[in-house]
């Protein structure tokens, strides 16, 4: 295995960088160099964000570049995206199937996320905003790390937010079922105890957002640096019109 690692100056030098390669498979890693979650800006700690298989000569060919900005992505040779069953927030069971027929955009994050969700759910609602007239707005979908706290009942009022898309979904379920979920997306999260904050315990967690097919296949994703009209612009390669 070989592993390169490397600083950047990034929101302040809040991110390290972490490349790592075994055989043909290289995984970037993003991780917060801050202890403070007030400072994590992102919530970037051990989130897997990008994936590349490495092609002839070292070079990436997992993740391609598409559309008329360098920062949407194409899947490429990426396997993210996959079958889940989990709980909605109406009570219901929930399979990948049901989303199928439209795209998503989803993310995983909880409710009790105090800053890297908000941030989020604001790209993502200024982003579909942005869309032009007559284009299909992708569904938006929460998949909760928190099947605590995260009840049916709690998602609801969540995802029922005046400001959020009318028609978005919260997704929960038991924790081996969050996991295999968690684990078809690559989305890495680890529950860390906070004992002197009045939400008692909190989630690092990666923050990539998804944009899947009507299909449920993975047609690109979203980094936590891009901004939503970077976002808007890639939705609108893929994103049919009515």
Not at 196 to 209: E, K, M, W
Request: charged content about 25%.
């Amino acid at each position: 295995m070989v592993v390169f690692k490397s600083h950047v100056h990034l929101e302040r030098n809040l991110f390290s960088f972490r490349q790592t390669c075994l055989s043909d498979c290289c995984v970037l890693y993003i991780t917060s160099t801050k202890s403070d979650p007030l400072k994590r800006l992102l919530i970037l700690t051990s989130a897997l964000i990008l994936a590349t298989s490495c092609g002839e000569g070292g070079q990436p060919s997992g993740v391609m570049s598409s559309g008329p900005q360098e920062t949407c992505y194409s899947r490429g040779e990426l396997d993210w995206g996959g079958p889940f069953e989990l709980i909605n927030q109406d009570g219901a069971t929930m399979t990948e199937a049901d989303l199928k027929g439209r795209y998503s955009i989803m993310f995983f994050g909880f409710t009790e996320c105090p800053d890297a969700c908000p941030i989020i759910m604001q790209k993502i609602i200024y982003a579909l905003d942005t869309l032009p007239e007559g284009m299909q707005k992708p569904r938006a979908v929460m998949i909760s790390f928190d099947p605590e706290r995260d009840t049916p009942e709690k998602l609801k009022d969540y995802v029922e937010n005046e400001f959020f898309p009318d028609d978005m979904v919260g997704l929960t379920g038991s924790d081996d079922a969050i996991a295999a979920a968690a684990e078809e997306f690559q989305a890495k999260y680890f529950r860390t105890d906070q004992r002197d904050s009045a939400i008692g315990y909190s989630f690092d967690h990666t923050t990539a957002i998804y944009l899947m097919d009507e299909n449920w296949e993975l047609k690109s994703f979203f980094l936590p640096t891009q901004n939503p009209n970077e976002m808007a612009e890639c939705m609108q390669n893929f994103l049919p019109t009515s």
